[in-house]
C-alpha cells in the first residue's frame, strides 16, 4: 500500500491551509510566590520534548487553579505549592484533581517551602501525588528532571489510555460489523482512529475518510463513512486538508501543502481507492509506526469492502421485493399504488410506536409483499364489480397461504411471509386464515392489519365506492379491541390527527 508523504519543504497555501496549531505541554504552576512562578517560567524557558515546546499557566491559588483546570482539560503536569490561601489549599486542590475532575493522567508535582507543615512521607502515603520535592532542592536541571520525566509519564499514560479507549470501541461494535451498517462502520472507523493515535503518539489531528462517500442509493441519500479526532470538528479545516489529501492521491505528488511529517494512507478496495487515513505527527514516524497504520489501514479497506458488498445484497434482495411487488400490481390494477402507500404507512406507525429507523424499515419492505399472493386468485374474483359469494371469498382468502408459500423459500424474507400470512387475522381471534390472536402475532403484522384496511376504505375498488376520511378514521376507532390492536391503532390515531398521513392519503383519492 502507497503512502503519500508530504515534503518537508513544502509551503502551505496562506488562502487554504489554515496555520498549523501549536502543540505543546502544557504546565500549570500553582503557587502564591510571584518569584517562584517566574523562576519556574525562568528555567523551562527552552524546554522542548517529543517535538513539542512548554506553555505554562499560571495560579496563584489553588482557587484559580481549579479555574484553569475547568478551561485547560489536556494539563500534562502541575506543580502545586501546599501552603497558600490556606496551610493545605495545595493538597486540598490534589484532592479536587483526582477526585471531582476524576483527572488521573495528570501528573502532580507537589514543591513546598515549609516541609514541615507537610510532611513529605505523609503526603505521599495520603495522596496521590507523583513527586514530592522541597523547593530549595530544584535546581533548574532538577526541575527540567523533574519535569521532563512527569511529561514523558503522562505522554506514556495518554498512549495507553488512548489505545485503551480505541479498542474499547473497535471491539464494542465489531459484533455488529457482522450486521454491518454505516452506524456501525462509522464507529469502528472512530475506534481504529483513536488506537492509531495512542499507539503512534500522534497528534490529535488526523482522519479517516471516504473519498466520495461510500456511495449507495437508500432512499435517495448518499452515506459517507469519515472520523476525525477533535482537531478536525472545524468543518473548513476539514474539508481544505481533505480536499488536499485527494489532489495527494490523485496525483501521487509529495508538494501539497499539507503538514510538516503528515501522511496519508489509501484505502484500497477491488475497485481503486476507496478513501484514506490522514494522520499528522509531530515528529517523523518510525518504520515500525508506518507498518502499523498500513495494517490498519488493509482492515479499513476490508470493512469498506464489506459494507459495499453488504449494500449490493442489500440491492438485490430490494429489488426482488419490489419485482415481487410489481407482479402483485400487474395481476390486480387496483392495489398497484396501494402497496406503496403500505408501505409508506407502515414505517410511520412503527416509528410513532418505537420501533428504531432500521427495523421500521424492514417492516415497510415487508408490507409491500402483504398481498403477493393474489398472483394465485382468478383473475374474475379480483376484479369482480360486484360482492363476492360465501364460496368465492373462501378462494379469495388463500392468497394469504398462497403468499406465505411464496416467500417460505428464502429465510430474508421472513418477516415478509409473516406478513403475507397474518395480517387479516385479528385482535379477538377471528380472523383468518388460522383464526388465531393477533397479540401472538408479530407487531408488523398488526400493523399492516391496520393500514392495509384503512387505505381499502379510502381508495375506489371494483365492488365499491371510496369511504370518506371521517367514516374510515371512525371505522378503524370503533373497532379497536375487536378486529385491531388498540396500541397500534392509538398510534395511527395520533398520526392522522397530526397531519402525517395527509401526503399519503392523497394519493388515494380519486383522480
Known sequence: MKLVRTASSSQPDQDTVEHAPRYVWKVLVVDDEPDIRSLTRLNLKNFHFASRELEI?????????????????????????????????????????????????????????????????????????DDYKDKTELTAQRLYTTVRTAIKA??????????RRGLSRV???????????????????????????????????????????????????????????EAFRSEQRFQTVRALCLKALENGAASLPLRNHALVFPLRVRQGIAGFIYVEPTDKLSCADGDLIQMVANQCSSALENLRL???????????????????????????????RIDSYTRLV????????????????????????????????????????????EIVKQHTRIGASILSHDHFLGLARDVALYHHERWDGKG????????????????????????????????????????????????????????????????????????????????
Request: include cysteine; proline fraction near 3%.
Open 57 to 129: 499557566l499560571e495560579a496563584d491559588s489553588a482557587a484559580q487553579a481549579r479555574e484553569l483546570l475547568t478551561r485547560h482539560r489536556d494539563v500534562a503536569v502541575a506543580l502545586i505549592d501546599v501552603v497558600m490561601e490556606s496551610d493545605d489549599a495545595g493538597l486540598k486542590l490534589v484532592e479536587y484533581i483526582r477526585n471531582e475532575l476524576g483527572n488521573t493522567l495528570l501528573r502532580i508535582i507537589i514543591r513546598t517551602g515549609q516541609p514541615g507543615v507537610a510532611p513529605e512521607r505523609y503526603v505521599i502515603d495520603h495522596y496521590d501525588i
Open 154 to 163: 503522562y505522554r506514556d499514560l495518554k498512549t495507553i489510555e488512548l489505545n
Open 171 to 229: 471491539l464494542e461494535v465489531t459484533p455488529d460489523i457482522y450486521r454491518i451498517t454505516t452506524a456501525s462502520l462509522s464507529d469502528f472507523f472512530q475506534g481504529v482512529l483513536t488506537q492509531i493515535i495512542g499507539l503512534c503518539r500522534l497528534d490529535e489531528s488526523s482522519f479517516i475518510s471516504t473519498i466520495e462517500g461510500v456511495i449507495v442509493t437508500v432512499d435517495g441519500q448518499e452515506l459517507t463513512i469519515q472520523a476525525r479526532s
Open 310 to 340: 453488504h449494500f449490493d445484497l442489500q440491492t438485490s434482495y430490494d429489488h426482488a421485493v419490489d419485482m415481487l411487488a410489481e407482479i402483485a400490481e400487474f395481476k390486480d390494477k387496483t392495489t398497484g399504488r396501494h402497496i406503496c
Open 350 to 393: 412503527a416509528l410513532e410506536m418505537g420501533v428504531s429507523p432500521q427495523e421500521a424499515e424492514l417492516y415497510g419492505k415487508a408490507s409491500r409483499l402483504h398481498d403477493v399472493g393474489k398472483i394465485g386468485i382468478a383473475d374474475e374474483l379480483l376484479n369482480k364489480t360486484g360482492r363476492l359469494s360465501a364460496a368465492e371469498f
Open 432 to 511: 383468518y386464515p388460522e383464526g388465531r390472536l393477533a397479540s401472538e402475532l408479530p407487531l408488523v403484522t398488526r400493523i399492516v392489519s391496520v393500514v392495509d384496511v384503512f387505505d381499502a376504505l379510502i381508495s375506489r375498488r371494483p365492488y365499491k365506492e371510496p369511504w370518506s376520511l371521517q367514516d374510515a378514521v371512525a371505522a378503524i376507532a370503533h373497532n379497536a379491541g375487536s378486529q385491531f390492536d388498540p396500541d397500534v391503532v392509538e398510534a395511527f390515531l395520533k398520526l392522522y390527527r397530526r397531519g402525517a398521513f395527509d401526503a399519503i392519503i392523497a394519493l388515494a383519492q380519486p383522480d
